[in-house]
């Protein structure tokens, strides 16, 4: 969808932002570009709607010229999403969402339905719309950047550091809500972050910039941990980049046991038995039961229970790892979609996969060029 071919862009005081750049961002895919401050990374994605010209290369967005397109026809047909929103602070919620829409002569009863139906895509009530920017919190500011971005449904979405300006919690529940959006609408998405751990979670492929605008290496996150191409890449992905790993590596293929369960409508069971996994009628896991620290309680929903956080396949090797060392049992409680108890994993069991896991990354890839990791 986005190439890049030789591109360079040197600004009148001789500084270079970019440097011979050779890239591709697949259709329907998020390209994060990763770097430290300086490195060209919002250069170069502000190069692909024209916020900046490039000095030299060329610059294809569905197989079209930029520098051949109208630059106000080219941008009013790619979305673009920036740090603190952007807003309009004197138009309503609605009326921002709107705006693109408008520009491109939509007409305003079918702009404003449209900006009402993005208001639901992105998570806002309809009542948000009648407010205006300041009346909202930062996250929701930001989901009405990307309500407006979506607005006239661009194929291509410019995402410049859009979280960096809201609290952790706010800022994971926003990535959470951009990859349903994703998995939803299919968008291309270039998306700009100092953040690697964000890289990590969003990207279907992370391109790394050095200063001076080179590209080091792009390649999807689990290669890109695994095998960095230099010392470069990998201080920049941090000592804990095993560990990042394991968060892209799912439950599902990691065995697992039959539960020893009871339900909190049935008696405590014998001391001298062992924990037991307390459910609901349903069969959800409510927590785990100590016999021999129950014997007094009739049911054993009436015990103290000790907390346990069921995962499911979809989760992280990582998450099972943590929840692993939390348990008080040692073992993992394993839920199937609805909630449902399917079995338990033990801590030796996850700690094998997880070094199973490390080992195989740490392997060298077979025909790995460092030299060429900076063209994809």
């Given at each position: 969808?986005?190439?890049?071919?030789?591109?360079?862009?040197?600004?009148?005081?001789?500084?270079?932002?970019?440097?011979?750049?050779t890239?591709?961002?697949?259709?329907?895919?998020?390209?994060v570009?990763?770097g430290?401050?300086?490195?060209?990374?919002?250069t170069?994605?502000?190069?692909?709607?024209?916020?900046?010209?490039?000095?030299?290369?060329?610059i294809?967005?569905?197989?079209k010229?930029?520098?051949?397109?109208d630059a106000a026809?080219?941008?009013?047909?790619i979305g673009?999403?920036i740090?603190?929103?952007g807003?309009?602070p004197?138009?309503t919620?609605?009326?921002?969402?709107?705006?693109?829409?408008?520009?491109l002569?939509w007409g305003?009863?079918?702009?404003?339905?449209?900006?009402?139906?993005l208001l639901?895509t992105?998570?806002?009530?309809?009542?948000?719309g009648?407010?205006?920017?300041h009346q909202?919190?930062g996250?929701?500011q930001?989901?009405?950047?990307?309500?407006?971005?979506?607005a006239?449904?661009?194929?291509?979405?410019?995402m410049?550091?859009p979280?960096?300006?809201?609290?952790?919690v706010?800022?994971t529940?926003l990535?959470?809500?951009?990859?349903?959006?994703q998995?939803?609408?299919?968008?291309?998405?270039?998306?700009v972050?100092?953040?690697?751990?964000?890289?990590?979670r969003?990207?279907?492929?992370?391109?790394?910039?050095?200063?001076?605008?080179?590209?080091?290496?792009?390649?999807?996150?689990a290669?890109?941990?695994?095998r960095p191409a230099?010392d470069?890449?990998?201080?920049f992905?941090?000592?804990?980049?095993?560990l990042?790993?394991?968060?892209l590596?799912?439950l599902?293929?990691?065995?697992q046991?039959?539960a020893?369960?009871?339900?909190?409508?049935e008696?405590?069971?014998?001391?001298g038995?062992?924990?037991?996994l307390?459910?609901s009628a349903r069969?959800?896991p409510l927590?785990?039961l100590?016999?021999?620290s129950?014997?007094?309680?009739?049911?054993?929903?009436?015990?103290p229970?000790?907390?346990?956080r069921?995962?499911?396949?979809?989760?992280?090797?990582?998450?099972?790892?943590n929840?692993s060392?939390?348990?008080?049992?040692?073992?993992?409680?394993?839920?199937?979609?609805?909630?449902?108890l399917?079995g338990?994993?033990?801590?030796?069991?996850?700690?094998e996969?997880?070094?199973?896991?490390?080992?195989?990354?740490?392997?060298?890839?077979?025909g790995?060029?460092?030299?060429?990791?900076?063209?994809?």
């Open positions: 969808m986005i190439k890049f071919d030789a591109v360079n862009k040197r600004f009148p005081n001789g500084t270079t932002a970019v440097h011979d750049l890239l591709e961002m697949p259709e329907g895919g998020i390209t570009l990763v430290s401050s300086g490195c060209g990374k919002t170069t994605l502000r190069m692909i709607n024209r916020m900046v010209e490039p000095t030299s290369g060329t294809r967005l569905g197989g010229n930029v520098l051949e397109q026809q080219l941008r009013r047909g673009y999403v740090q603190q929103s807003l309009f004197h138009r919620v609605l009326d921002n969402i709107a705006t693109v829409p408008l520009l002569g305003r009863r079918k702009a404003r339905a449209r900006a009402a139906e639901e992105v998570g806002l009530t309809a009542e948000s009648k407010r205006y920017p909202l919190s996250g929701q930001q989901r009405v950047g990307v309500a407006r971005a979506l006239a449904d661009p194929p291509v979405l410019l410049d550091e979280f960096g300006a809201v609290d952790p706010v800022r529940q990535q959470d809500e951009l990859l349903r959006l998995q939803e609408l299919n968008k291309t998405i270039a998306f972050t100092h953040d690697i751990d964000e890289a990590v969003l990207g279907d492929r992370i391109a790394v910039f050095r200063t001076g605008g080179h590209l080091v290496q792009c390649a999807a996150p290669e890109l941990l695994a230099d470069f890449v990998a201080d992905l941090g000592a804990e980049r095993e990042k790993l394991l968060s590596t799912t599902a293929d990691v065995p046991q039959r020893t369960t009871v339900r909190a409508d008696p405590v069971p014998r001391t038995t062992g924990p037991h307390v459910t069969g959800e927590g785990w100590d016999p021999d129950a014997s007094g309680a009739g049911r054993s929903g009436d015990a229970l000790l907390p346990v069921p995962l499911r396949d979809t989760d992280s090797l990582l998450a099972a790892l929840e060392i939390a348990s008080p049992t040692g073992l993992v409680a394993r839920v199937d979609a609805d909630g449902v399917t338990v994993t033990s801590r030796e069991t996850i700690h996969h997880a070094g199973r896991r490390h080992h195989e990354a740490a392997r060298p890839a077979v790995l060029s460092k030299a060429g990791s900076g063209t994809v």
